[in-house]
């Protein structure tokens, strides 16, 4: 069920191709002089280097860096709070029917992150939500189940999480039984608890093809997950779905759920709104059509590069973790 027709199209070479442009960028030299550096940590999605001597544990070595950010907390409302920084954003729903937490950071982030929602009061555990399958945002599920919750998810993320990934140069083994999703849902699922009512919806393929927002209705925020990098460029994993057409088109969809006072929450970056949102569609749309252009003449993904397509926009929206001649790289392996 989790593999999508459109996954199948994007060739292994492509992907090899892609993962050697990331590896090769010359960001790497910027953002990996020390392997722990202030700034690599404080980077929300940083692609592991592969040049120069890799780690003996890429993933170990990822999950340090990421879990290294600072935590910062946000309140979104009354009742809802948002934990952003170490690999992602995490936000929690607490009340009188228990804590209802959306995605989970990094491994080495569990105690730090126990210790923030164990200080929003003593309501139990009781849900936590996948945005996708990637593993900053549900490295933590079997904590999560360890300490009473239940786990929530589209069910290709529980396909996915029971396969093995190669991605940026890690390498991913099937989950154990315990951090898998206990329930899943294929469309749309409607939760209401501590006075709120949510919706949880499938996105198709887009940053992967697992991908869900959780729209909270009554306190107007949006959880985008991973389809909404604030102010960069965005990873796309085509290995599991992800296509720049279907960021696009996702974008899309949640700027026709919010409105001018809508939080919208990214699965990387700080907290947005809907101008914020519309901005980073529009950036996507543009390198997209330029792109498209080029490779509809012909054009081979090396040529495409080398005319730097998106040479008036990295100043602004390359300076994260996807520098502009990897998103080129991607946008182009999608299309
Ligand atoms: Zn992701």
Not at 16 to 24: E, F, M, N, P, R
Not at 41 to 50: D, F, G, H, N, S
């Amino acid at each position: 069920m989790g593999t999508t027709r459109e996954s199948k199209l994007v060739s292994r070479r492509e992907l090899l191709q892609t993962t050697a442009v990331i590896a090769g960028s010359t960001a790497f030299g910027r953002f990996f002089p020390a392997a722990l550096g202030a700034r690599a940590a404080a980077l929300p999605w940083p692609p592991y280097p592969q040049q120069g001597g890799a780690p003996a544990d890429p993933v170990a070595a990822m999950r340090a860096q990421m879990g290294a950010a600072p935590m910062e907390t946000h309140k979104l409302a009354d009742n809802l709070t948002m934990f952003g920084g170490p690999g992602g954003n995490v936000v929690a729903l607490n009340g009188t029917d228990g804590k209802f937490i959306v995605d989970t950071f990094v491994k080495p982030v569990w105690p730090k992150l126990k210790a923030a929602l164990d200080g929003l009061g003593n309501a139990p555990l009781k849900l936590v939500i996948d945005t996708h399958w990637h593993f900053d945002h549900t490295d933590n599920n079997e904590a999560f189940h360890e300490a009473g919750a239940a786990i929530l998810a589209h069910e290709n993320t529980k396909t996915r999480l029971t396969e093995s990934h190669d991605l940026l140069g890690m390498h991913f083994g099937p989950s154990p039984a315990a951090a898998l999703p206990t329930e899943t849902f294929k469309a749309m699922k409607k939760l209401q608890a501590n006075g709120e009512n949510m919706t949880l919806a499938h996105l198709a393929p887009a940053h992967t093809d697992t991908d869900i927002y959780v729209h909270y209705q009554k306190a107007n925020v949006l959880h985008c997950g991973d389809v909404f990098f604030n102010g960069m460029y965005p990873f796309i994993d085509a290995g599991t779905g992800g296509r720049i057409n279907g960021m696009i088109a996702a974008a899309t969809s949640l700027l026709a759920m919010v409105d001018s006072s809508t939080k919208c929450v990214p699965g990387h970056g700080p907290l947005g709104d809907k101008a914020a949102l519309a901005k980073y569609r529009d950036m996507m749309s543009t390198v997209r059509d330029r792109v498209q252009k080029q490779k509809s003449a012909g054009k081979k993904l090396e040529e495409v590069v080398a005319a730097k397509p998106t040479a008036d926009l990295d100043a602004v929206w390359g300076k994260g973790l996807i520098p502009g001649d990897v998103f080129v790289t991607i946008v182009y392996n999608t299309l």
